[in-house]
């Protein structure tokens, strides 16, 4: 069953927002057997509205649309709703009541923008909210199904998880769409293609291998539709496996973060970091997996060179004989974080992310990343890039990544 | 002059990756005086690429293309457009060179798939790609524009900033499109648009003002086509400020943590953090924006108890007595993490994040975030919804904004 996403609002089109809605109904769509065919963002204006609608329609047989569903005027979805389907708004008393419900909940007041959202179209079918003020509207003319939903992330994953995804499933048989992920590391990605080129010349009709290159890994994705193929598929991802060799990190679709939080929580380990560069971003990327309490201990943000010597006991002369940037301060730094938290595994990185500073003979881009496990110590020099932000998400990544070597062995 | 953006792969559509480059295209495009009224993705699927492109010239002049262009077997995007333009690919000798440039600089050989990205389109002009392998294409087919361009975020921004926009702002003589923003906290999306009603009502025709919620603030945003109502626009914004009053944070398109950057620099003051449920979220924040280390030396991430009591000297009877989440706790730590580290500033928040924990009179999103600046303490409490990874946003922003206030008065 075809599915097209529409997400709407000028703030996508002049950039100001990114669309993170359209990813995650994507990947819930495909996890149950939906092919999505298309995802477009379209301005907060009736007429180029009802052009997407018309379009998709010509695609998709199911249209999810979010956004422009607020309270205040920008917000038109409703009213163009109202013209496609010929019909009009009327007062619906147990979107009224729902929205009475989640402000006294919140301690707030109906005002007459709020009331407002109590006005659907007639001919609509309505899904209370539960997280917000903005009913989800269910049409359907002919064979075609269209659902409208908040933009608001939370609301309208809520209203997904709980009914929309739920309805859609009851309503259609599908096609299962199966695939096996896995991330592999240290590698490029034309590298990586011409180790896996007679792979992928051995594959069966139906199947695809797509290369998805994140900073500082490429996850690999097989897949195929129909469940009857999963046996296939899981023997294909072991000849994948023995063909990348040494690259290979993990199985699976989760992130270096929680494939971390797996290993250590199975080998009951903890987890201290000492971060210079990435600036606590580390940290953040691991206390992001729920649970994370139960391995982690803390990090010490060493931005400045005082913290290094002061809660790190960085030896001022190893600075200033091998520079901040170096093998020898890593070292240190990873080795007294796990004393100074009691952790038996660590991690410790320090480099220059720009897009100023380094030095002569280390430019910005220049990285040391240590990692500890109990008694073992792995310390790697890495060359990155100019830009800041990606120095930084791929430092942590090369961190995390590393250390789940090092335990996974 | 109306631009649209396709982006290009099966990674989108089955909800793995989420899109950044159109939102990165979208704002620069914006910015120079280009609308942009659609955005589309499709998957690597010649038929759908090439009904997308048809769309697309219904609707807009320029088309600007993302990915699909990698040396891999998934990557059809170059043989899609040989085929609309009625074109064959022929080696392009400067294009060979300037791949066999980036990967000597790598260290790295070529490969035949590599040396084959060498084969372009014979009717496209093309641009070299400074930063990887995968040549920009530039097609013109009557009076429409189609680029192509990779899908890698930093080689796709650098050809943008480069070589595509400067190309286009010459070519076309377009209508300027102006815009201030604004941010402001502590109050909910319909409380102030029933605050801005008037406001909105006696705003002049062609002017249009969206809210833009964000985990913690909103940004407004008052935009007209045109430079000459640029003063008349400030005007507005003037008012606006007056309406909305104590809510108001800061004018611009800043984020919180780069105006917590301009407002630390301007006054010379420096900043740490102490973190428990955040877990060096707002460390990160902080450093992302570069030159941070010109104000911001360093986060104890205090994520498990013992680190709080061992490197912040909080009293253990203290956390006995009132919890971990409370006034006591987090005005101890913000406290003694500035006189750790001698900074003037310093941000230390506790909470529960979720999904699990949580106390029976502090259920999961109960958070308190205290700020210090010189003597001067704040700290405040705020109750969250249950989505840990929103939780953990709203707070580092709620925190950022809490010291910007305090800095700014």
Redesign the interface.
């Known amino acids: 069953m075809k599915v097209e996403i529409i997400t709407i609002g000028?703030?996508?089109?002049?950039?100001?927002?990114?669309?993170?809605n359209?990813?995650?109904?994507?990947?819930?769509?495909?996890r149950h057997g939906f092919e999505?065919?298309?995802?477009?963002?379209?301005?907060?204006c009736s007429e180029?509205i009802i052009?997407?609608i018309d379009?998709a329609f010509e695609?998709a047989d199911i249209l999810l649309i979010t956004g422009g569903v607020?309270?205040?005027?920008?917000d038109i979805t409703k009213h163009t709703l109202c013209n496609y389907f010929h019909t009009a708004l009327e007062l619906n008393e147990d979107v009224l009541q729902n929205i009475e419900s989640i402000l006294s909940k919140r301690n707030?007041q109906l005002?007459?923008?709020?009331y407002n959202q109590a006005y659907v179209p007639a001919s609509s079918n309505v899904i209370q909210n539960s997280e917000g003020?903005a009913p989800i509207l269910w049409f359907e003319k002919e064979d075609k199904i269209l659902v409208s939903m908040p933009g608001?992330?939370?609301e309208m994953q809520t209203s997904m998880d709980k009914d929309v995804i739920p309805m859609l499933v009851k309503r259609f048989q599908v096609t299962e769409?199966v695939?096996r992920s896995c991330i592999v590391t240290g590698v490029?990605?034309?590298?990586l293609?011409?180790k896996l080129?007679d792979f992928?010349l051995l594959l069966p009709s139906g199947y695809?291998?797509?290369?998805?290159?994140s900073l500082g890994y490429i996850?690999l994705?097989l897949s195929v539709w129909g469940h009857e193929h999963l046996d296939e598929l899981k023997q294909q991802m072991r000849n994948l496996k023995k063909t990348v060799k040494a690259h290979y990190v993990s199985k699976g679709?989760k992130l270096p973060e929680e494939l971390l939080s797996e290993k250590l929580q199975n080998k009951n380990l903890t987890l201290s970091?000492a971060?210079s560069c990435?600036?606590?971003?580390?940290?953040?990327k691991?206390?992001?997996v729920?649970?994370?309490?139960k391995y982690?201990?803390?990090?010490?943000?060493?931005?400045?060179n005082?913290?290094k010597e002061?809660?790190l006991n960085v030896d001022k002369n190893t600075i200033e004989l091998h520079g901040v940037v170096s093998n020898e301060v890593v070292e240190q730094m990873v080795i007294n974080v796990s004393k100074?938290?009691?952790t038996n595994c660590s991690i410790a990185v320090s480099g220059y992310m720009?897009?100023?500073?380094g030095q002569k003979d280390q430019p910005v881009g220049t990285v040391w990343i240590a990692t500890k496990y109990n008694d073992e110590i792995l310390s790697q020099k890495h060359h990155l890039?100019l830009?800041?932000?990606?120095n930084?998400e791929r430092t942590a990544n090369l961190a995390i990544l590393q250390l789940i070597k090092m335990v996974g062995k």
């Open positions: 000028d703030e996508l089109l002049i950039g100001q927002v990114i669309d993170t359209s990813t995650w109904i994507a990947n819930q769509l495909t999505v065919v298309a995802i477009s963002s379209v301005g907060d180029n052009n997407a379009i695609r607020g309270p205040t005027n920008d707030l005002n007459k923008l709020t003020t608001v992330p939370y769409y695939s490029t990605e034309s590298e293609a011409s080129a992928e695809s291998l797509a290369y998805l290159p996850r994705r679709c970091t971060e990435t600036g606590g971003h580390i940290a953040h691991i206390t992001v729920p649970n994370a309490s982690y201990i803390g990090s010490i943000v060493s931005y400045a005082s913290v002061q809660l100074t938290l009691n720009g897009p100023d500073g890039g830009n800041r932000e990606y930084i």
